[in-house]
């Protein structure tokens, strides 16, 4: 029985693109990211991201973008995707060993999900020294009634070794 070749980690790579920091992660951006990239194919999915997930995929409506790539970093690398499943979608920081492959840490940046009774949206920020700033709102699933006054901010920074250290 053969067995199916292994996708090069170099070529799933070159499937993020390189954009410019700083960058807004929210409700619109992964609809300007995706015009020019496609989403990733279901063996890259399988081989690279499913097992970076802490949850499983139960459906075939699950969908990943390849959203960016960070800076080039000695210790690490950084990639940015988008995932969306039914009521939710969230964009994922992961940091890389680049001789290894394996992870090093991973933080939900930024997306919108729903629970059937509340609605969470957050949103990101990333700077070109690599801090991200992230705020969320939650609010009931009928109208979202953003308020301010119920908006959590936090701040993390990428250390050195690829580690996301909130601040």
Not at 19 to 32: A, F, H, Q, S
Not at 102 to 113: P, Y
Request: a negative charge; proline letters at 6%.
């Amino acid at each position: 029985m053969a067995t199916t070749p292994q996708i090069r980690f170099s070529h799933f790579l070159e499937q993020f693109p390189e954009l410019e920091l700083p960058i807004t992660l929210g409700e619109d951006t992964v609809r300007r990211i995706s015009k020019e990239t496609p989403p990733l194919p279901a063996r890259m999915i399988e081989q690279f991201l499913l097992p970076l997930e802490p949850t499983q995929i139960n459906d075939e409506f699950t969908e990943f973008i390849a959203c960016l790539r960070l800076p080039e970093a000695d210790d690490y690398i950084g990639l940015i995707y988008w995932r969306a499943d039914l009521a939710q979608y969230h964009y994922t920081l992961v940091t890389l060993n680049p001789k290894t492959e394996e992870l090093i840490d991973r933080l939900i940046l930024a997306g919108t999900s729903y629970d059937g009774q509340e609605l969470t949206q957050t949103t990101a920020a990333l700077t070109d020294g690599l801090m991200i700033y992230q705020v969320s709102g939650q609010g009931g699933g009928g109208e979202f009634d953003y308020q301010a006054s119920s908006s959590t901010a936090r701040r993390f920074q990428i250390a050195a070794s690829g580690k996301i250290i909130e601040l």
